[in-house]
C-alpha cells in the first residue's frame, strides 16, 4: 500500500515536489515548443525556405530553458513538465539531426551516437523505475549537451558562418569534418562538443540509475511513498518534510 508523504503546502509546485497540474504557462510553452518542431520538419523536409526553417527551429530551441525557469519562478513545476520537457527536447534534437544527415551535411555516426545513447537511457530508465519510483531529475551536463546540441544544429542549418577546421586528424578522415582541416559551418565544432556531453550524461545517468537501484534494494520501504499525491500539511510548525512521511506524521 503506498503512503503518501506529508510536506508543507507551499513546497508544492517546487522542483523536489512537483505539482500535478496539467494546464500551466511553462508546459503551454512545452507544447508549442513540439508543435514548432513539426513545424521545422515539415519545412526542412519539403525544400522550402531554409531559413524560415531555421527561423522556426532555433525558436523551439530558445525556448528550452524559458519553460523551466517560469515553472521554478512561479512554482508551478509539474510532473507532466517534467516528463515532457526531455521527450521534447529529444524531438526537436531528433528531427535537426535526422534533417542533416539526409542532406548528406553532417556525419552519420553524430547520428547514430546521439539517438543511440537515447535509447540506451530509455532502456535504462525502465528498469530503474522497476525498482525506484520517483523518476530521476535531469542533471546539468544533459542542459549543457542540449544546448550545444541545438546552437550547433541551427548554425549548421543556416550553413553559416563558414570557418577553416584546426588539423587534428588527416584529410583523408571524412567522417571528421573540421578537424581534418576542410571549411565546415562554424555549428559542426559546437556539435562535437554536444557529442561529449552526451555522453557524460550517459554516464552520469547510469551512476545515478545503479545508486537509486541499490537504496531501492536495500529500503524499500522508501518506494511505498506515494511522490506524485503528497498529503498537504497545513499546520503552521515547519518541518523538515523527508522527516515526515507518511500517514499521520510519523517521525
Not at 520537457?85 to 547520428?111: H, N, Q, S, Y
Not at 546521439?114 to 530521476?136: E, M, Q, S, T, W
Not at 588527416?170 to 576542410?182: H, K
Request: charged share 20%; net charge negative; proline share 5%.
Amino acid at each position: 500500500m503506498n503512503l503518501k508523504k506529508k510536506i508543507k503546502k507551499e513546497l508544492i509546485g517546487t522542483s523536489d515536489y512537483p505539482s500535478n497540474k496539467i494546464f500551466t504557462i511553462s508546459n503551454f510553452i512545452t507544447f508549442t515548443r513540439l508543435v514548432l518542431t513539426f513545424v521545422f520538419l515539415y519545412l526542412f523536409i519539403n525544400n522550402e525556405n531554409r531559413y524560415v526553417a531555421l527561423a522556426v527551429y532555433a525558436v523551439a530551441a530558445s525556448t528550452d530553458w524559458l519553460d523551466g525557469q517560469i515553472a521554478r519562478m512561479t512554482k508551478t513545476v509539474s510532473w507532466l513538465g517534467k516528463m515532457m520537457d526531455p521527450v521534447v527536447d529529444r524531438a526537436l534534437l531528433f528531427t535537426g539531426v535526422l534533417g542533416l544527415v539526409g542532406r548528406g551535411e553532417l556525419p552519420i555516426w553524430v547520428c547514430a551516437l546521439i539517438i543511440g545513447r537515447d535509447v540506451y537511457l530509455a532502456c535504462g530508465n525502465l528498469v530503474v523505475r522497476h525498482f525506484h519510483k520517483r523518476p530521476i531529475d535531469v542533471v546539468y551536463t544533459g542542459k549543457i549537451a542540449t544546448a550545444l546540441l541545438m546552437s550547433g544544429f541551427s548554425l549548421m542549418l543556416l550553413g553559416l558562418p563558414i570557418v577553416d577546421g584546426p588539423h587534428l586528424v588527416d584529410a583523408s578522415m571524412t567522417m571528421l569534418p573540421g578537424l581534418n582541416g576542410q571549411p565546415v559551418p562554424l555549428g559542426i565544432f559546437f556539435v562535437y562538443g554536444g557529442v561529449i556531453f552526451s555522453m557524460i550524461t550517459a554516464i552520469v545517468y547510469t551512476a545515478k540509475g545503479a545508486m537509486a537501484i541499490k537504496h531501492a534494494i536495500q529500503h524499500p520501504e522508501d518506494e511505498d511513498v506515494d511522490f506524485l499525491n503528497p498529503e498537504i500539511d497545513d499546520s503552521d510548525d515547519v518541518r523538515d518534510p523527508d522527516t515526515a512521511t507518511a500517514h499521520g506524521g510519523v517521525e
